[in-house]
C-alpha cells in the first residue's frame, strides 16, 4: 500500500495534475529548483525497516531536494492475495530506494513495471542489506551487480593492494559474510564522481558490517567506494566494494552496503546515522534520479580520525 499516497491526496489538485500528464510521456527528469520524488520500498527486511523508513524519509527531505513517499509490501510469508495489492506507483517518482530484504516482489507485474522504470531512466539506490534481496530476478541482480549470495551464486570483485580490481569467478572464494561490527575507513576510489566529489578520500565510518565476498553477475561496475576487510575482524584481507553503480538501459543502479541496524551492543541505528553514510545515500538519490549532484558535503562530514554522527 502506498503511504505517499496519503500526503498526495492532500496536495491542491492543481500540482498534482501535472504529475500525471508528465507520466503519460515516460519520464522527465526533475530540474535543479524542483524537488527529487523518492520512492521508498519496505516492508519486509531483516533490520528495523519500521524506524529506518521514517529516519531515511526524514533525513532526505532535510535536504530541501527531496519529497519522499513510502510503499510497503505485504509482510513476511504473505500469499499471492497479500502481494494482489500491492502497486507501487513508479510513474510517480524519479528514484527508488529500496530498504526492503524478502523475497522477490509480487506480482510479476511489479517487477515488469519496474525494470522498464529503470530501463526509461529512473533510479535505483539500495542500501545495506537491500542488495540480500529479490534472489533469482534476474533484473534486479544485474542491476545490483553483487548481492549477499552464496560463491555458487556469481563472481565476486574486490580490489587488490594498487586499487585495481580484481574479479573472482563463482565457486572460487568465499561467498558474501561479515565480521563482528567495528569502525572502519572508507575509501573513495572515483573523487571525481558526482556522488563522491569533494568527500575525504578516506574517513572513519561508524562502528557497522563490513560486508565481504558479496557475490553476482558484476558487470559494468563502477566501484565508487572500497573498504579494507581486516583479516582480525573476520574478513578477507582485501578491499571490499562499498559504494557502486551500473548504468541500466537509461537509468542508473547505485547500491551502498553501509547502513547495518540492530544487534550486540551496538546502539539503536549508528551506522545509519553516520553522517557520511547519509551523504552518500541523499547524492546517490539525487544522482540517479537527474545526472547531478547539487547536495553539498557538509562541514561535520566524518574524517580520517573522527566519525560524524547527527542526532
Ligand atoms: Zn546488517
Same mark, same amino acid.
Request: aromatic share 8%; charged share 25%.
Given at each position: ?33 524542483? %524537488? ?6 519496505? +516492508?519486509?527486511?531483516? =533490520? ?13 527531505? #532535510? /535536504? ?10 505485504? @509482510? ?26 524478502? @523475497? ?18 529512473g533510479g535505483l539506490v539500495n542500501v545495506h542489506a537491500a542488495?540480500?534481496?529479490?534472489? $533469482? ?16 551464486? +556469481? ?8 586499487? #585495481? ?5 563463482? $565457486?572460487?572464494? !568465499? +561467498?558474501?559474510? =561479515? +565480521? !563482528? ?12 564522481? @558526482?556522488?563522491? %566529489? ?6 572513519? =565510518?561508524? #562502528? ?7 557475490? *553476482? ?13 581486516? %583479516?582480525?575482524?573476520?574478513? /578477507?584481507?582485501? =578491499? ?6 551500473? !548504468? ?13 541496524? *540492530?544487534? *550486540?551492543?551496538? !546502539? ?37 580520525? #573522527? ?5
Open positions: 500500500m502506498l503511504g505517499g499516497m496519503n500526503m498526495r491526496r492532500l496536495l491542491p489538485l492543481f500540482l498534482i495534475a501535472p504529475v500525471f500528464v508528465l507520466a503519460g510521456f515516460g519520464i522527465s527528469k526533475p530540474g535543479a529548483g524542483e %524537488k527529487v520524488r523518492v520512492l521508498i520500498i519496505d +516492508g519486509q527486511n531483516n =533490520h528495523n525497516w519500521k524506524d529506518t523508513t521514517p529516519f531515511l524519509k526524514a533525513q532526505l527531505e #532535510k /535536504t530541501g531536494r527531496f519529497e519522499v513517499a513510502v510503499a510497503t509490501t505485504p @509482510p513476511r510469508g504473505a500469499k499471492p492475495e497479500d502481494w494482489a495489492g500491492f502497486k507501487p506507483d513508479f510513474g510517480a517518482c524519479d528514484v527508488v530506494l529500496s530498504n526492503y530484504n524478502g @523475497p522477490k516482489w509480487e506480482p510479476a507485474a511489479v517487477r515488469e513495471a519496474f525494470e522498464k522504470f529503470l530501463a526509461d531512466g542488495n540480500n534481496a529479490h534472489k $533469482g530476478w534476474d533484473g534486479f541482480e544485474k542491476a545490483t551487480g553483487l548481492l549477499w549470495r552464496g560463491n555458487a551464486d +556469481g563472481a565476486r570483485l574486490y580490489l587488490d593492494q594498487v586499487g #585495481k580490481v580484481m574479479r573472482m569467478e563463482k $565457486g572460487e572464494g !568465499p +561467498g558474501a559474510g =561479515h +565480521g !563482528p561490527q567495528h569502525e572502519y575507513l572508507v575509501k573513495i576510489r572515483d573523487g571525481e564522481h @558526482p556522488i563522491t %566529489k569533494g568527500l575525504p578520500t578516506e574517513w572513519l =565510518h561508524t #562502528k557497522d558490517e563490513l560486508y565481504h565476498g558479496q557475490r *553476482g553477475p558484476a558487470e559494468d561496475m563502477e566501484i565508487l567506494a572500497t573498504a579494507l576487510s581486516a %583479516k582480525d575482524k573476520r574478513g /578477507t584481507g582485501v =578491499h571490499e566494494p562499498m559504494l557502486w553503480w551500473i !548504468p541500466v538501459g537509461k537509468g542508473k543502479a547505485v547500491t551502498n552496503v553501509l547502513g547495518h541496524v *540492530g544487534g *550486540g551492543d551496538v !546502539p539503536h541505528m549508528p551506522a545509519m546515522k553516520c553522517v557520511g553514510f547519509l551523504t552518500l545515500t541523499a547524492r546517490a538519490c539525487e544522482w540517479a534520479a537527474t545526472g547531478e549532484v547539487t547536495i553539498p558535503v557538509l562541514d561535520n562530514f566524518p574524517t580520517k580520525d #573522527k566519525v560524524s554522527l547527527v542526532e
